[in-house]
């Protein structure tokens, strides 16, 4: 039987259950965006750093020990040219950070230096550097999609050191938008897990089910709802598990175990084209064989299902 109440595996409690999530001990300061004296002498004090992010992608340095770090340099060596500032925040040390988004990456600062986006980087990042990546790319995917007033459609203008975009027309303040999205691992009275394929996975790929919440349905009907819509099967009991920071370009996951009260599967064949109930057993010998190919990756997904499969999945093979 599914443990009722939901709490990670021992393996992971020495490491941030799901990766995006960790602040790294970033605080946001978000008091200050609107100080432009403040901003200017935050951005020009010698321990501020700042890095470029453009297209999603940041440089990256590797670490040597398997890991990754971002690529900072201090506000006076900054490519201010063309770019737009965002604050992102103060570490622990009482550094403030800002990135700088511009139409490209400055070139190679250095030969250990290269490109990376988040879906590669996050998971090689510390937390902090993790957190500030992920923060900067949210707000560049928002600005990139959201030049124009939603009102009345005239330019609008960066503000709030990125955190707002307001129209010199009609003075509308438009805010960073975030798309709550729900992910949920489906099990059965048996203890079965629930894992779907999407139609332009690769061969072998399974995972959770997932959709958008629609307007005005609340993200516990949304489960019911994407369970029934992409397998064919009722939920009963819903539970939340964690979110994830999820800009590609703009959603926020929101983590759930959804209790199935039927087991007959019918996939809608257009978003999923198989989904198919394991037993954590199945599952192992899936793997072992090659038959289901493990989730990799920074996704929530891989999280919600070793929860129930209560022991780290294989790597990639
Ligand atoms: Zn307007």
């Known amino acids: 039987m599914v443990a009722a109440v939901i709490t990670w ?25 609107l100080d432009e004296a403040w901003l200017g002498a935050a951005w020009s004090h010698p321990t501020t750093r700042c890095f470029v992010v453009s297209g999603g992608q ?11 770090e971002l690529v900072t340099m201090p506000s006076f060596d900054a490519p201010l040219t063309e770019a737009h500032r965002y604050f992102l925040g103060i570490d622990e040390d009482g550094v403030r950070y800002f990135a700088l988004q511009k139409d490209a990456l400055p070139g190679r600062m250095d030969d250990a230096a290269r490109p990376a986006g988040l879906r590669e980087a996050g998971t090689l990042l510390s937390e902090r550097d993790a957190q500030l990546m992920v923060h900067a790319v949210a707000l560049e995917n928002w600005q990139r999609m959201h030049r124009f007033c939603s009102r009345c459609g005239e330019r609008t203008v960066i503000a709030a050191a990125g955190h707002i975009r307001r129209c010199p027309a009609c003075g509308g303040e438009h805010y960073p938008r975030t798309d709550p999205a729900v992910i949920m691992l489906v099990t059965d009275p ?57 800009p590609f370009p703009s959603s926020l996951m929101l983590g759930f175990v959804a209790h199935a009260t039927s087991t007959e599967i019918r996939v809608d064949g257009e978003e999923i084209e198989e989904a198919r109930w394991f037993s954590r057993e199945e599952l192992r010998a899936a793997f072992a064989s090659g038959e289901v190919l493990p989730p990799s990756g920074i996704s929530i997904a891989a999280r919600l299902i070793e929860l129930w499969y209560g022991q ?6």
Do not use: N
């Not at 409690?13 to 200050?32: C, E, F, K, Q």
């Not at 780290?312 to 093979?317: A, D, K, V």
């Open 9 to 33: 595996p021992d393996h992971t409690t020495d490491r941030p259950p799901v990766t995006l999530t960790a602040t790294g001990g970033i605080d946001r300061a978000s008091h200050h965006r």
């Open 58 to 68: 940041v440089l990256i340095e590797d670490t040597g020990d398997g890991g990754a």
């Open 190 to 246: 048996e203890g079965r897990a629930l894992l779907g394929r999407q139609v332009h996975w690769p061969k072998g790929r399974f995972s959770t089910l997932a959709g958008f919440v629609e307007p005005g349905e609340s993200i516990e009907q949304a489960v019911v709802r994407e369970a029934g819509e992409e397998a064919g099967v009722t939920i009963g009991r819903v539970e939340y598990v964690a979110s994830q920071p999820w």
């Open 312 to 317: 780290p999945l294989p790597g990639p093979l």
